[in-house]
């Protein structure tokens, strides 16, 4: 089959581990037979160097017209200025309300034979599988009124949340669909002893269940839930919140899993739904990690189980997700770490790492 994917490295070790990524991927599309169009385009740092932008309107054409993003990640201290009149930041923003891509996707999955990498107690992780939900194109991210304004007192700003009950429904309606495709049991996340937002969230989590009997719902509230993550992250199965808490707790769990390197995710537009296509963006969760760029021993990881989720999500290549998430266990298994998960011992460059993720592959037909 064929697939246009639109590759959007971006800066610091984006572009570094979005060529593992792609590396991979030319290997499915020699061994599995399909045939993969790349375009490439300039985001955050990057393209305001070079087109005075953090994304051109006809690179979001490109993202848009896809079947699927490929996305590094975006920012630097180059462009940290609180007084420029950009960010990168932007790109990244603009492209998820230009997909609609309002359902994040983050799984945290730990591999056991990291166990020793992680700064939390191996019987606290031990068959940690769980998946955060993050609204991502509503909330405090972009709601109006926003802003800074001088007044005679000073400086004020303001941001502002606001939630519809069709972004929650839609949202919710990932979680639930996904914890019955799961352990069947979704988390529901807020803050309503506090917020009119999550009141309306709870409220309408708490009607829909009765579409979906068999799981089970917990309403949690966010405090709790990030303390609850981390002492006890096997309660969990399903998490679902709204764009500000989903990105604190995603980042949380992250570290269940031993590094962020690890980790991918995938943007929707819809639910998901086996042997269905939705156009969909997909990156590490990782940032840019501006220290090591250049350097050559970024974990590609993320970036390559992203593409994964991009074969099984997008393009609904589902066999050939599941070859690319085996060859990343494998190497994981046969020892290999870059230096986010060394203890002690050698490590594996960037580059290294993806050959080795090739080879699995091949090797395991
Ligand atoms: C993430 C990041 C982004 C976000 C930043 C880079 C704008 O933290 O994808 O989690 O806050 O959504
Ligand atoms: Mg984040």
Redesign the pocket.
């Known amino acids: 089959m064929e697939f246009d994917i639109a590759v959007l490295g971006g800066d610091g070790i984006g572009p570094e581990v979005t060529q593992q990524s792609v590396k991979v991927l030319k290997s499915v599309e020699g061994l599995f037979g399909h045939r993969f169009n790349i375009k490439e385009g300039d985001v955050g740092g990057a393209s305001i160097d070079k087109h005075g932008t953090p994304v051109k309107a006809e690179v979001l054409d490109v993202a848009a017209s896809a079947d699927a993003v490929l996305f590094g990640a975006v920012g630097g201290p180059k462009w940290d200025d609180p007084s420029a009149s950009m960010r990168p930041e932007e790109a990244i923003l603009q492209l998820r309300a230009h997909l609609g891509v309002f359902a994040n996707i983050r799984p945290v999955k730990v591999y056991p034979w990291l166990a020793d990498s992680s700064v939390l107690k191996p019987s606290v992780t031990k068959d940690v599988d769980l998946v955060v939900i993050r609204e991502l194109t509503g909330g405090l991210y972009y709601a109006l009124p926003k802003g800074r304004t001088d007044t005679p007192q000073g400086l004020s700003a303001v941001d502002t949340m606001r939630y519809s009950e069709v972004e929650i429904n839609r949202i919710l309606r990932v979680g639930f669909e996904l914890a019955r495709s799961r352990q069947k049991k979704l988390a529901s996340v807020d803050k309503a002893n506090v917020l009119e937002c999550s009141r309306l969230w709870r409220f309408l989590a708490t009607q829909m269940s009765e579409d979906y009997p068999d799981v089970q719902l917990e309403h949690v509230l966010v405090d709790s839930c990030a303390m609850l993550l981390i002492q006890q992250p096997n309660r969990y199965d399903v998490i679902v919140a709204g764009n500000t808490f989903g990105?604190i707790l995603?980042?949380e769990a992250a570290v269940l899993a031993s590094s962020m390197g690890l980790l991918p995710s995938a943007s929707l537009s819809d639910v998901p739904v086996a042997g269905r296509r939705i156009p969909g963006f997909y990156e590490p969760?990782h940032g840019t990690a501006p220290d090591i760029a250049g350097k050559g021993i970024a974990n590609p990881i993320g970036s390559i189980l992203s593409m994964a989720m991009m074969l099984r999500y997008s393009l609904s290549l589902t066999e050939e997700a599941a070859s690319v998430e085996r060859a990343v266990d494998r190497v994981l298994q046969d020892g290999y770490r870059t230096a986010d998960v060394a203890v002690g011992g050698a490590t594996t460059s960037t580059a290294e790492m993806g050959d080795q993720v090739v080879a699995a592959l091949g090797s395991a037909g």
């Open positions: 990105d995603s980042d969760i």
